[in-house]
């Protein structure tokens, strides 16, 4: 008994030693909102009602195999029928059970439960990115993994360890999530193409995204900072290459961003009325194929056989514009629809397809896509 | 080879097998069929071990060393599907085979062409599901829960084979369990009443009906894919006023049942083994078969706890949470009665013995964690993570598959008369044994640490624990060279056993001289004997 308390307590011990959880990430997180403090507690609780009823059972079990064994010279009893020990070890999990449904069932209606948002966050699982949409201030846009990460998935491990010290490998985006602190804010969780599921641990939000359907969850985040997940539910090739970072700042810093986020769109609209050259349209293609498009078509348009069709000699980028531009708009089958671009993005990013890999298509302009939307 | 097949033509009345290979092909034989379950199944075994072993060696480091991930998740898919469909399910039908005309004086089996040809369906439908890996755009890649619609508008044109050999699965187990049912029902002793069976009998009568109940379900599904597919419908496809969600809800009610169908029968062979090596007979016999029918009866009604996260009403989640937790009270009651078993015994450690003792230990870890994701909001944390992934290897390799384990080496010197070598498999279960909890262990505290499941690369803070698991999950396989010996040297240089080679075990099985003719009872055992065998005496 003695040697079983002192494990308990180099356990807990264990557990609760911040360097060790910084090191090793043995347990889970507590998070930073009220919900997910709840929920770390009714894990822990759950836990240890295991562990104390783990060492009653065990202890019997091993008891039992050190003091009843034969060669010993233990001599077997008879007994094999009690109905009141069954009745006793049938009741007594009952109560047990009970005991832990109370505050399950407890942060579960605290969890479903919301009466009233202050601001909501449309969160669209893409294959394999995720689009954000602020509806009340009219921000969208699109987060990828980082491009430092992507490009060392192959590469040494000094070279992702390099990556990590600059930003965490793989846990890393182009364009972070940015939320104000001390809001209550609605999360509306939706797919463009197959189920996808969002997972901010530090929220304890992860949600499915459904396609067609449209899931709600919420979170009050309390503390500054900046928050890492990923998508939790299998959703084709790169499902392990699509995280999500989320920066929670004051207050007045997210009406900051907020301004910055709608300066942007206007420049943005205003190039899409303007010509390009070829070689602009082209620059900022690789750029956006990079991110949105090589994970199937490949880096070097070389595509998967059988399953994504190749850029390399590909009748559509060599064919009339108009088709292309619908395929890129719309999606079709497998491939999805990418109407969430801006226009300039659109352009350059057919451009670059139709006039790079050897392909000998015409240039598409920012305003052939805003005709063709 | 044709004179062979003329000769057995012309001899009616032989009773022993026929020689060569046709021996297999046409057996109608309870034993031989068993056999062929239990090599089909154990070469099934192996390829999915070897699948695990591409996708640990994988995540053994940080970046892509070894597979692209479209291949990452093709080996997650497959390792799943044959080990499930391929290796635990048929290993349990062969040990059914095996034992239950034994268990209940019966010569064989009820049915016995329909069991040729539900064994024959297998290694078809095996064929068919590894062919994928060579068909264009690769296997599937979907899990090998295949949620719709990855597994649908988005999956490779093999995914079409897939439903085909899914099929095939399902025929044969449905076959299978028929005529586990007819052998049991109508096959056992006049003399034996439903509570003199032995639990392994018990177990594997329930489990039949899981099957027939669930296999048909998990038909409906497929058969909708393969519309979907193409044929035009959209069951799954909300722009046509499908559900994609309706697809989780039909896989699980197919899949919760199934979750049991691995794990009753091992419950049965443990509840024969303690009280052979406990010396004393099994605790709560009755109770232990009500509590089996029990947590077969929920297995039907808790099937969305595999969906807390898909966005269900919260008047849904508290019914499946209190009805998943439920499920502890009959399961803990076996737990119970296994310890009450050994308490005052006169316990020795043969090699089944240690399978059975780290069985009712390492599966009870299970149920804690199975537990635990029971409870919705921390399944908030817990969902699509590696502690999943934790959770169920520990009920389905230490628990289905220690049972599987566990069983052959308990019967084996009933089924070839022959001893394997005991210091041996001392040996193997150590190492196993260590072996499986350094693979599986770490994985609690990944999944804590929010590690997603199915993920082919990973950040650097879970690097350690993947390496450590991935060294365990290597020397896991190797120890399977070292059973692969143990069984064929029992086989080939076994000293002859004894028909009851544990001086107290109990069963009729154990009243057949050894070696096992070919037909088991050609007349069936008098009252007096089932009783003196019975499990409750």
Redesign the interface.
């Known amino acids: 008994m003695k040697l079983l308390l002192t494990l308990a307590s180099a356990i807990t011990a264990l557990l609760s030693s911040k360097s060790v959880l910084a090191e090793y990430g043995l347990n889970m997180t507590q998070g930073i909102t009220d919900i997910s403090k709840d929920i770390y507690d009714l894990h822990m609780m759950v836990f240890w009602v295991c562990v104390a009823i783990g060492v009653v059972v065990f202890g019997a079990m091993f008891y039992s195999i050190i003091a009843h064994r034969k060669s010993k010279g233990a001599k077997a009893a008879h007994f094999h029928e009690s109905t009141t020990v069954e009745f006793l070890w049938t009741g007594i999990p009952i109560i047990i059970l009970i005991a832990m449904a109370i505050p399950a069932s407890k942060t579960l209606i605290d969890i479903e439960v919301l009466d009233k948002a202050d601001m909501t966050v449309k969160v669209t699982g893409i294959q394999w990115k995720w689009q954000y949409d602020y509806p009340e201030e009219g921000i969208s846009f699109v987060s990828n993994l980082a491009q430092s990460s992507r490009d060392v998935v192959n590469g040494t491990p000094e070279e992702r360890e390099a990556v990590n010290n600059d930003d965490t490998y793989l846990l890393s985006v182009d364009k972070h999530l940015v939320l104000p602190v001390d809001t209550t804010i609605r999360f509306l969780i939706t797919s463009s193409d197959v189920i996808h599921s969002w997972w901010v641990p530090e929220f304890a939000v992860k949600q499915d995204a459904n396609p067609g359907f449209i899931n709600d969850a919420w979170a009050k985040p309390t503390e500054i900072g900046t928050y890492r997940g990923q998508c939790a539910e299998l959703c084709g090739k790169d499902h392990g290459f699509m995280p999500i970072v989320v920066d929670v700042v004051s207050q007045a810093d997210y009406a900051v961003w907020v301004e910055t986020m709608q300066a942007e769109k206007v420049a943005e609209l205003a190039s899409a009325t303007q010509v390009w050259t070829e070689a602009d349209l082209v620059a900022k293609g690789e750029t956006v194929y990079n991110a949105n498009c090589s994970g199937c078509h490949q880096k070097d348009g070389s595509g998967i056989p059988g399953v994504f069709p190749a850029m390399i000699g590909s009748e559509v980028a060599n064919g009339p514009a108009a088709y292309q531009l619908n395929l890129v708009i719309n999606g079709m089958g497998g491939m999805p629809a990418f109407k969430m671009l801006s226009d300039s993005d659109i352009a350059a990013v057919i451009t670059y397809e139709r006039r790079s890999f050897g392909n000998n298509g015409s240039v598409v302009q920012p305003s052939d896509v805003t005709s063709a939307r | 080879m044709s004179s062979t097949t003329t000769a057995a033509a012309h001899d009616h009345h032989h009773h022993g097998p026929e020689k060569g290979l046709l021996r297999w092909v046409k057996t109608t034989n309870h034993k031989d069929i068993g056999t062929l379950y239990l090599w089909f199944s154990f070469v099934m075994f192996l390829i999915g071990g070897a699948f695990a072993m591409g996708i640990r060696s994988e995540l053994l480091?940080?970046?892509?060393q070894l597979f692209e991930?479209?291949m990452f998740?093709q080996l997650t898919t497959m390792h799943g599907l044959i080990m499930v469909f391929g290796a635990i399910m048929p290993a349990f039908v062969g040990l059914a085979n095996w034992l239950i005309p034994m268990m209940v004086g019966a010569p064989d089996m009820a049915l016995p062409r329909m069991n040729n040809w539900s064994f024959w369906i297998l290694p078809f439908a095996g064929t068919i599901l590894l062919s994928t890996f060579f068909?264009?755009?690769?296997a599937p890649?979907?899990?090998w829960t295949f949620?719709a619609?990855?597994s649908t508008?988005?999956a490779?044109?093999s995914t079409d084979f897939f439903i085909f050999a899914i099929h095939l699965l399902g025929f044969s187990s449905i076959m299978g369990a028929i005529n586990i049912i007819a052998t049991v029902l109508n096959m056992k002793a006049p003399e034996m009443r439903l509570m003199d069976m032995p639990l392994f009998v018990w177990t594997w009568l329930i489990t039949s009906f899981l099957l027939i109940g669930a296999m048909p379900v998990l038909a409906g599904a497929v058969t909708m894919m393969l519309t979907d597919r193409n044929f035009g419908t959209a069951f799954f496809?909300?722009?046509g006023g499908g559900?994609?969600?309706m697809f989780q809800h039909i896989f699980w009610f197919f899949g919760h049942p199934e979750v049991y169908i691995m794990i009753l029968p091992a419950f049965g062979i443990v509840s024969h083994i303690i009280p052979t090596f406990?010396?004393?007979?099994?605790?709560?016999?009755?109770?232990m078969v009500y509590a089996t029918a029990s947590i077969a009866f929920l297995s039907y009604i808790v099937w969305a706890h595999h969906m807390f996260?898909?966005?269900m009403p919260?008047a849904g989640?508290?019914y499946f949470?209190?009805a998943t937790?439920?499920i502890?009270?009959p399961t803990?009651?076996k737990?119970?009665n296994w310890?009450?078993?050994?308490?005052?015994?006169?316990?020795?450690?043969e090699t089944p013995m240690l399978w059975a003792?780290s069985f009712?230990?390492l599966f009870?870890?299970g149920g804690?964690s199975g537990?635990?994701l029971g409870?919705?909001?921390?399944d908030?944390?817990y969902?699509?993570?590696y502690f999943v992934v934790a959770h169920f290897h520990y009920v389905l390799v230490t628990g289905a598959l220690w049972g599987i384990i566990a069983a052959v080496f308990y019967w084996l010197p009933k089924w070839t008369g022959k001893m394997y070598n005991e210091t041996l498999g001392k040996v193997h279960f150590w190492w196993a044994l260590v072996s499986v909890n350094v693979t599986f262990f770490p994985q609690h505290?990944?999944g804590?640490?929010?590690m997603?499941?199915?993920?082919?690369?990973?950040?650097?803070?879970?690097a350690?624990?993947n390496y450590i698991s991935s060294i365990g999950s290597f020397s896991f396989a190797l120890s399977f060279l070292l059973f692969t010996y143990i069984v064929v040297d029992c086989i080939r240089n076994g000293k002859p056993a004894d028909a009851r080679p544990w001086e107290s075990a109990k069963g009729l099985e154990w009243t057949l001289p050894v070696p096992v003719a070919y037909h088991s009872f050609e007349e069936p055992p008098t009252r007096a004997e089932i009783l003196a065998e019975s499990q409750?005496s």
């Open positions: 480091q940080p970046g892509l991930p479209q998740n068909m264009e755009g690769g890649a979907f899990g949620y619609p990855l508008a988005f490779p044109d496809d909300a722009t559900d994609p969600v406990a010396r004393k007979p099994l605790f709560g016999y009755s109770s996260l898909t966005g919260v989640e508290l949470m209190y937790m439920l502890a009270v803990g009651v737990v119970f310890v009450a078993t050994m308490w005052r015994g006169s316990m020795t450690f003792l009712v230990i009870t870890i804690f537990l635990m409870i919705v909001p921390a908030i944390q969902h699509d993570t505290f990944l804590l640490a929010g997603p499941r199915r993920i082919p690369d990973y950040a650097l803070q879970f350690d624990f409750h």
